[in-house]
């Protein structure tokens, strides 16, 4: 049986880590391929990284990053932020990356997950959503939360699995920064009315907060701050998951 | 030596990486006559069975895998085409081993992606080490049928999740993305 994946979220600014992680002995990491390697031995299934450099130097920078990632860790990750046309996504997969996340370029132009399915697998396309509540269901937000589109969630994600995208990450603009949890009617909208695989993102507080994503319907489990502020590890997550009856690898 | 077939299909630095790692000499080839009578061959899949026949067909190695008599390893689509037949683009594909590669039609998401338990039918050196029902990394939309499976998995019902029949192997996870798991399973299969 398919296990819940848990993926911790690093965020990379010009190839170093935007917040310091704090591993066991309070030492604080700012290199994204040692923090990554830390995660990977305490069991990760899985990484995404994010990039939010704004300059072209900046991501020359994190494709630097990704090649050393992908000689160190022998597990899936992805990495978003900037990809904008296929030529990005096939840079960041030919550095070692498994999957590349796209989000707002992927609203301007839905072409992009077609043509990157088409070009390197279904498998290797993550399409971000970032969704807000509004008075009659979930809207799509773009560029980082910050500008509100008219296009309804479920359509987008519907959408964007009928054009080849391999998995959707699913944020909620409400919950992200709250530490009370995944939005749990948006997440379970959404992964009940897709045919392919829900990573959800926003919110996560404490332990609990993923089993109830999970059986909400979270194909996997996405958090950064319960894992990077050394409140829980991986390993402990996962215990907590499996003393729950939820399938996970250990 | 080990020797890595790239028949353009698409990105071999995971199986490249996880092969430095293990300490292992390797070269990439994407002709058949950079084959070594000496080498062990990894066989990666990439994309879909009818794209990935067309390149095996251009570049001549359709027919000369076949043959090959030292240990052979083909990683996901690479298992798939060691079949007579894919039902992916309806693709006859190497007829090295006898099944079939069919979509899944159990009611659970299409592709499978994520970690599977593989559940050992026979103790392979393959599997040395490795803990029966281990986590592997899975990611397919298509899953093969044979009698020569040495393990199965479960999505939905049972498939082949690796086979061996002489010297071919195939395995429908990616080893190279499996954790330490998959790279025992890797030195493995370079230590036959």
Redesign the interface.
Known sequence: MLAKRIIPCLDVRDGRLTKGIKFQKNVDIGDPVLAARKYYEQGADEIVFYDISASPRGREIMLDVVRQVAKEIFIPFSVGGGIRTVGDMRSVLLSGAEKVSINSAAVKNPSLISEGARAFGSQCVVVGIDALRVSNGFQVVINGGRVATSIDALTWAQEVARLGAGEICLNSIDADGTYEGYDLELLRLISENVEIPVIASGGVGNLEHLYEGASAGADALLAASIFHYSEYSIREAKEFLRSKNITVRL | MIQIIDYGA??L??VA??L??LGQEYEIISSPIELRDDSKIIFPG???AGSAMAMLRATGFDAVLPTITRPFLGICLGMQLLMPYSEENDTACLDIVDGEARKFTCD??????????VSQIYNDPLFAGISDDA?F???NSYCVETPYAISQT??GYHFASALKKDNFYGVQFHP?????V??RLLLNFCEL
């Open positions: 698409g990105n630095a995971s990486n996880a430095t790692k990439v994309g879909a659970l998401k299409v592709p499978q992606i994520g970690w599977n338990t986590y990394y899975f990611v479960d999505y190279e993305k499996s954790g330490e998959g790279l």
